[in-house]
């Protein structure tokens, strides 16, 4: 062939240069490079914290621990019933991936930190922390949440307590399928949901019998069933059963003190849209042995100290997902152009990327107050401040989070909806957080309760809210309405949802302008309080987007 004829040839099989990609987002810092997070954790008390918040960042964003993210979702966790044997071992297989997850955030205390060391600060410093590996990967944080979560209600019984608090508050991971009594480090989960209810726990069938005595600490046996029960392969879960005296709390472990299996039988594994890095299981609890936790009759109560502390991760978790979110967006429009500019230039795209910015910074603020609030609670305010703002802040954050993050996929044009871009996994993943450990009409209905049962939290709330009085009129507009919304008896639980966006928008705007950045602060009030805001991009006139913008950038130069 001649030399004409070759470079031909090659021309043909060239058939393009790539052009116009985006670069990964890896091997960056998410705590250095996030100027919200930064000014939250000094003003929410954990400004000691900083350096090893900003040494966790660097981890989170290295480019392998952001491949750990990817593997643990395409390989699936599989569900090994029995062995090549015949014996029933219910196990599960994870990736190798799932384990490094968790493997770091246990060695970092994201299930145990403020336990541990109870200084002034210490749940927010948990909580920034747990935010920064919550943008890896979402599915390994339900077993170090629910591990966490656990502690309070393990410690309503003294020898359950003192048993099991020191391998679950140890740092490290120990994934062996073994009793506990022989690891040095456990992991706790939850068994609260049946096929009949899980909204309403009062339905479930399950019944625990005891083996002689009866009551707080006493073993007994639990026969039933358990519809969703997450990460199986925790050492102990928490299990709603009735008991001769009425629903209570059980902590059922996987493996009997003789050395035995625990007869709780893996049924299947859940097939989810999302979250899928994380089993979640089918169980039957065939005379499974169990320990009561609390008293008798107060199942209800006893898990309910641990679900409080879910429902502040969930919050957390999808403020970590927004974050990521709007990082991927902003980074894709800085590198990507159309029409002869960067995206990140053109006025409508600023429009959006600023609107998202401003969620996300409302959802990071709400978080950490709450946060400041849980490292605080012998002070009766912040302890009001938190029965409120649990549920107010579960069912507001978490139900922004599908929309922003639909809105940062769509960002990415083609490349948001295609698997191996985060976009797409934080989309997958991103309603469960507003779906399980109370739907959004439960939050909302709780904070319906709260209102009738502790009246004192809204002086609390609405104490928070008067350190921003005369700052913005519209903010003192929303102030006035949301007053004479609570002051209206009639159709309460029909108009609940809307009560809850007022109190989550007023206490966003007020945290925000307490925060000092007037620019952001006036952008969120003008946008969410000013009659506008249906869908994202939607900002009136007036906004400086560029500094907002900037604030959104997670690779700042
Ligand atoms: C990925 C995943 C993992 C999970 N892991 C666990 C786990 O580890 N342990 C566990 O115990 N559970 C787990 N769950 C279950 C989860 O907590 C429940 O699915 C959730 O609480 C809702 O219960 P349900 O599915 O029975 O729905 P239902 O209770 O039937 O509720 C259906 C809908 O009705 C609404 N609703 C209910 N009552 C009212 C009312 N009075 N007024 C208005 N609306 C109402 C709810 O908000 C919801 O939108 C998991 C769920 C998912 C998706």
Redesign the pocket.
Known sequence: MSQSQDSAVEALDRTHSVLNQTPPLEDYNLYEADIALREGVRREGAGWAEAELRAHGARCGSAEVIEWGFLANRCKPELLSHDRQGHRIDRVRYHPAYHELMRLGLEVGLHSRPWTDAKAGAQVARAAACYLQGQVEAGHC?PLT?TFAAVPTLRMTPEIAQSWLPGVLARGYDPGDRPAAQKGALTI?????EKQ????VRANTTSAQPLGARGSGEPHRLVGH??????PMCDAFLMLAQAPDGLSCFLVPRWQPDGSRNAIRLQRL?D?VG?VA?A?AEVELQGALGWMVGEEGRGVASILEMVALTRFDCIVNSAAAQRQAVSQAVHHAMHRSAFGAALIHQPLMRNVLTDLQLEAEGSLALALRMARALDHPQIEAERLLLRLGLPVGKYWVCKRTPGLVYEAMECLGGNGVIEEFVAARLYRDAP?NA????????QA?DVLRVLDKSPAAIDAWFAELAETAGAEPLLDAAVADLKAALADGREREYRARSLVQGLALSLQASLLLRAGNTGVAAAFIRSRLGGRGHLYGDLPRGIDPGAILARGNPRPA
């Open positions: 339900c629910m989960g939850m068994g609260m949901t209810g899980g909204s309403d358990k519809w969703f029960m997450s990460a859940k989810k979250n994380n979640s469960i779906i399980w450990e109370g739907s959004g009409n439960i209905l």
